[in-house]
C-alpha cells in the first residue's frame, strides 16, 4: 500500500519511472512521529505534485549531546497508517549508516543565520539540519520540497541553503497546524504531563496577544516585557521571545515590514517552540 525503501540506490530506482514519465516529485523531509501538521505537509504537496515521498529519518547530527535524541519518540507503524491515510507514495526510511557511512565528514554551514535564536540555543544543530537536508534533496532531486512554519528559522535557512548551493528544488513552507486549543502540533507534545499541557497554553496565548498588541502599535519593547511574564508565571523557562525581520530574522524594535514573533520555552523536560506573523497595520 506504501512502498518503502531504505537505500538511496533504491530510493533512485522507484523515482525512475516517474521521471521518466515526466512526472513531479514532492519531498516531505521528516524526523517520524508524525501527526497533523506532517499530514498537512503530504497534503500540500499532493496539490502541487504528482507523486510524494516522505522520509523518516532521525537526524543524529541535529542533536547536542544533552538533548533528547534517545529519547525522542519512534512510532513507524503509526507513521506509515497516518502517510498511507493522507495520500503519501512512496516511504524512504534510510538507516543511520546509510545517511552516515563510516568516515563520512563533511557538513554543511549555513552562515550567520544558523547562529542566533535557536542556533544561539542549540549551537550546531542547524549545520546538522542543513547537512541532512541538503543529503535528502540531493538523494531524491525532488522538484520542490516542503517544511512546516513552526520551525521557522529551520524554514529559512534551508531556503537559504538551497539557493546558495544551487540546489534545483522549489522550497514550500506550511502554516502551522494547532490542536483545537491553540498549541502547535509537534512529536514533542507528547512528553507533557497532562498539567503541562493546559499551562503550555500559555506560550501560543501569550504569542497571539503579543502579535495583535504590536500589531495596534503597542511599544515592542513592552509588549516582549509582558509576554516574558505571562511565560514565567505559567511555569516556562524561556530561552527567546523575539520580534524578528520575516526574512533576515534580525530584531524589530519599528514595525515596518513583515516581522516573526519567535518563542522557544521549557515547559518540565519539554522544549517547545512557536511563532506568529506580525504584518505592517
Ligand atoms: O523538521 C524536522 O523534522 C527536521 O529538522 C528535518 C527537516 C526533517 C531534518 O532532519
Redesign the pocket.
Known amino acids: 500500500m506504501l512502498p518503502t525503501v531504505s537505500t538511496v540506490r533504491d530510493l533512485r530506482l522507484s523515482l525512475l519511472p516517474w521521471r521518466e514519465a515526466g512526472e513531479t516529485v514532492a519531498l516531505i523531509?521528516?524526523?517520524g512521529a508524525l501527526h497533523k501538521g506532517h499530514a498537512a505537509l503530504v497534503t500540500a504537496a499532493r496539490k502541487v505534485a504528482k507523486r510524494t515521498v516522505t522520509s523518516i529519518?532521525l537526524?543524529p547530527t541535529?542533536f547536542a549531546p544533552n538533548e533528547d535524541l534517545s529519547k525522542y519518540p519512534r512510532r513507524i507503524e503509526a507513521d506509515w497508517k497516518l502517510l498511507v491515510e493522507a495520500g503519501c507514495d512512496l516511504l524512504y526510511t534510510p538507516s543511520v549508516e546509510e545517511m552516515y557511512p563510516e568516515g563520512f565528514s563533511a557538513a554543511i554551514d549555513p552562515g550567520p543565520l544558523a547562529t542566533i535564536l535557536e542556533g544561539a540555543h542549540r549551537p550546531g544543530h542547524f549545520n546538522g539540519?542543513a547537512t541532512?537536508?541538503v543529503k535528502l534533496l540531493l538523494q531524491a532531486m525532488p522538484d520542490v520540497a516542503f517544511?512546516?512554519e513552526k520551525?521557522y528559522q529551520?524554514l529559512l535557512i534551508i531556503r537559504r541553503v538551497a539557493r546558495d548551493l544551487d540546489i534545483p528544488v522549489h522550497i514550500v513552507g506550511i502554516p502551522i497546524v494547532r490542536d483545537e486549543d491553540g498549541l502547535a502540533c509537534s512529536s514533542r507534545n507528547i512528553y507533557l504531563s497532562p498539567d503541562e499541557r493546559m499551562r503550555a497554553l500559555a506560550l501560543p496565548r501569550s504569542l497571539a496577544e503579543a502579535a495583535q498588541k504590536i500589531f495596534e502599535g503597542q511599544d515592542i519593547e513592552a509588549v516582549l516585557k509582558d509576554g516574558l511574564k505571562h511565560l514565567a508565571a505559567a511555569g516556562f523557562t524561556v530561552d527567546y521571545l523575539e520580534l524578528a525581520d520575516a526574512q533576515t530574522l534580525a530584531p524589530v524594535r519599528e514595525l515596518k515590514a513583515p516581522a516573526r514573533l519567535l518563542a522557544a520555552a521549557r515547559i518540565g523536560a519539554t522544549r517547545l517552540i512557536d511563532n506568529r506573523a506580525v504584518d505592517r497595520p
Open positions: 523531509p521528516t524526523m529519518f537526524n541535529q539540519v541532512v537536508v517544511f512546516g520551525d529551520q
